[in-house]
């Protein structure tokens, strides 16, 4: 992977930085074939605190696997969790998901990180624009501009920070590598950035971080889709969002394409 050079050259001129960014989607960011149930495109980033991460976030989720489990081999997937698929299939006993979702919540509550997301309305995009941009690339857009932000307002940015993606195959990972590169040049609203870098995971690393950030993302593109249906997740991610000063979470936590 490109990464893997490019990480090894900025650790030799920056210290790292305070932040570590799990980054997951949710729906596809497919144009030709869309999912009338569910046509939106999710790009979420969650911002941790390396202490937060390491010392709260990470034995947070590992007890709520080893007490519905009994180990932590689990990943923590959200389309499974729905369906109560593979090692969820526990969660068709009622009392049991009640317990787990309950448990999920309150972890979601005491987590310390902040969310940063983009959803594309994807018909919506195809009826506006003759040729549109990639959902994808408009989202990843707008999310490492306000990251930058927030890291700016931290004093953050002259030390680098790792973005980390879920492994998605060599083809699209390397697509999203050069379209990362492309906006990290200069091709965004605030400059060049250097201090920004991508990894790439593969999910058998079974990363918490990821986890969470696959956590979050659904609940976001269902509250778009269906702000008025009752959805006691997104009640609990709303309070992560990037705010303004005022607590304006639009255009600064996120942000409805088009």
């Not at 490109?2 to 930085?17: P, Q």
């Not at 690393?205 to 976001?220: K, T």
Request: some cysteine; charged content about 25%.
């Amino acid at each position: 992977m490109l990464a893997n050079g490019h990480a090894s050259r900025y650790r030799r001129t920056m210290a790292f930085s305070d932040y570590v960014v799990f980054v997951d989607e949710s729906g596809d960011h497919g144009l030709k074939t869309i999912n009338p149930e569910y046509p939106v495109f999710v790009l979420a980033f969650c911002i941790c605190r390396k202490d937060a991460y390491v010392q709260q976030i990470v034995p947070l989720i590992h007890q709520l696997k080893f007490d519905f489990w009994g180990h932590d081999a689990v990943v923590l997937h959200s389309h499974e969790i729905r369906k109560s698929k593979g090692d969820f299939a526990q969660l068709l006993v009622p009392e049991t998901r009640a317990a787990f979702q309950e448990r999920m919540t309150a972890v979601m509550q005491e987590a310390e990180f902040t969310l940063i997301a983009a959803v594309i309305n994807k018909e919506q995009l195809v009826r506006r624009y003759a040729q549109p941009n990639d959902p994808y690339e408009i989202a990843l857009a707008f999310c490492i501009e306000r990251l930058q932000m927030f890291l700016q307002e931290r004093g953050q940015t002259d030390r680098q920070t790792h973005l980390l993606v879920e492994c998605r195959g060599r083809a699209e990972d390397d697509k999203l590598e050069l379209e990362f590169r492309r906006i990290c040049d200069g091709a965004n609203r605030v400059g060049a950035l250097p201090n920004l870098d991508i990894r790439f995971v593969d999910k058998k690393h079974n990363s918490p971080g990821l986890q969470l950030a696959d956590l979050v993302a659904y609940p976001v593109g269902r509250h778009v889709l269906k702000p008025d249906q009752p959805n006691r997740a997104y009640e609990v991610v709303e309070r992560k969002f990037r705010q303004s000063p005022a607590g304006r979470i639009p255009g600064y936590g996120l942000k409805l394409f088009p």
